[in-house]
Structures are given as C-alpha cells and as structure tokens.
C-alpha cells in the first residue's frame, strides 16, 4: 500500500509540474518573441533553407566559374550573409537569466561526469565487448519507438510515424526484443529522433529561457517541461519496482557513455569558454532538429 501511495504521488507529482512548465513557458513565448522563434515557431526557416542549400551545393561548393557571381552580385552576397549571420545569432541567442544556477550545476555535471561517470563507464567498457554493449544500446532505441512514435503523430509527421511503428514491430520481433537492429536494413525504417520539447517547438512554443539540469545537463524550460512529459511515454516509467527502473537508466546512461568518451573533453579543450559552448551548441542542436 505505501509503495502504491508513492507511486501515485509521484505521477501526480510530475503531471503538476509539467503543467506549471507548460503554463509558464507558453507565457514566456510572448515576452521572447522577439528574440526566439522565427526557425522554430515554424516548420519552414525559409532563410536556413536557403542558406544550406547554398552549402550542401556541390556547384558552388566546387567554384564552378559558370555559377560564380560577378562584383557587384559578390557584394549583394556577402551582405546577405551579414544579414544571415545577425539573424542566425538573434535566433540561437535565447536569455540566460539563470545564469548563475547554470553556471552552478555545469560544474557540479562536470565534476559528475570526470569523477563517476567517466570512470565507472571506461571500466564498464573494458569489461563488457562491444557487441554486447551495441546490442544493449539497440535496446533502449527500441524503447523509446512508442515517445518518438506519438510525437511523430502530434506534428503531423505520418510517414515517419509508421516508419517507427514498423521498426519498433520488425526490432522487437525478428531483433529479440531490440537487442537486434534487422530494421537498419531496410532504408524506408529509417530511425526518427522526436521528443515533446521538439513537438512544442513545431507549434510555436518558444524555448524560455536557458537552463542547466543536474545529471541531465543543457536544456530549456521548454525542453524540461518536454523531458517531464516524455517520461510518462517511456515503458520504463511504469516499472512498479523503483529500483529496477533506477537501474535501467543508469545502466543505459553508463552504456551510452562508454561509446562517447572524449567526446566531451574535446568540447572543453577547444572552446574558450566550455559553458558558452555547450549552450550555444545546444540551442543551435535543437533549433535544427525543431526546423527537421
């Protein structure tokens, strides 16, 4: 009976929070206007389209003299990207008033990751062969095909709803309840990447300000109220034993980590500033993925 108590408390507790998150970033959206949402209040950032069509061109990435402007045209160009570059800035740049707090759990996620994190999953990884750590890694993708399939649904996006509902059937089935990836081989199966924060953004909900999470790391107090909210559509969350579902996580944390290190410290070496540039690699991270 306690433990039915606690758990139900705890679902109710996350619910209430996640509607104060949703109240009070959707009221920040109209403060931040104008400071936020041209790329992510819509679909369509016809200005990033552009500018990465230019980019992805194999002609102009060539120097192709038939397609190279003249003078003239070359001046007209190079404001037009001074006018990119300045709205390109306005829309990453997001406020930062919790800087403090920020700059407080970077360091505390700092120190987590290089004392325990680190160390606990290079042991790990010595341990456990690859192939066993790939097959966990399919896994807890699997898992999270029902989170990536109904946000899929909520931004209109059919196709690569069906796509991960075929994938997570073919995984779950012929991949031995994901620890395979026979889908992988199929190209139209591809792998969609979608959360709620990114289903807010595709409405038009702006990101609120800037905010730093202990163990979680970047985020914003749109794509927090976003993780509360994903929580509830991970199979993991209703696992009645806590401790099992604890230890699920840690272990796809621990998993996850023991594919990446020094993916982080090379982040920290090259920047001047590591926290700048965690932040700003963030937000530009999921301003693409809201614009996609």
């Known amino acids: 009976m306690i433990h039915d108590f606690h758990k139900t408390g705890m679902k109710r507790l996350f619910l209430f929070f996640l509607m104060v998150c949703i109240w009070y970033f959707i009221g920040l959206n109209t403060s931040f206007a104008q400071s936020d949402s041209p790329s992510e209040s819509a679909a369509h950032p016809s200005s990033v389209q552009k500018h990465s069509e230019f980019i992805d061109d194999p002609v102009n990435v060539a120097g192709n003299n038939e397609n190279m402007p003249d003078d003239n045209e070359a001046y007209d160009d190079e404001e037009n990207e001074d006018d990119f570059s300045e709205e390109d800035e306005t829309i990453v740049a997001i406020p930062d008033p919790l800087e403090p707090w920020n700059m407080l759990m970077y360091h505390f996620n700092d120190r987590l990751y290089f004392w325990v994190l680190k ?3 290079q042991g790990y990884g010595y341990v456990i062969p690859v192939v066993i750590r790939k097959g966990i890694s399919n896994f807890f993708v699997n898992l999270e095909s029902p989170l990536q399939f109904i946000n899929c649904l909520l931004q209109g996006k059919g196709s690569d709803a ?9 995984n779950t089935t012929i991949g031995f309840l994901g620890f395979g990836d026979p889908a992988g081989d199929f190209p139209k199966l591809k792998k969609t990447d979608e959360d709620l924060g990114q289903t807010f953004g ?4 702006g990101t609120g300000w800037y905010l730093t999470l202990p163990v979680l790391g970047p985020s914003t107090i749109r794509d927090s109220a976003g993780i509360a909210g994903d929580m509830f559509l991970k199979p993991t969350y209703y696992i009645r034993a806590i401790e099992l579902s604890i230890g699920l996580q840690t272990l796809e944390t621990i998993n996850t980590t023991s594919f ?5 410290e090379t982040i920290k070496d090259a920047a001047l500033d590591p926290y700048e540039a965690i932040r700003d690699g963030y937000l530009q991270l999921r301003k693409n993925k809201v614009a996609h």
């Open 119 to 121: 160390p606990v999953s």
């Open 162 to 170: 069906e796509a991960t509902f075929a994938r997570f059937l073919v």
């Open 202 to 205: 595709y409405w038009g909900i």
């Open 260 to 264: 990446r290190i020094g993916d982080y």
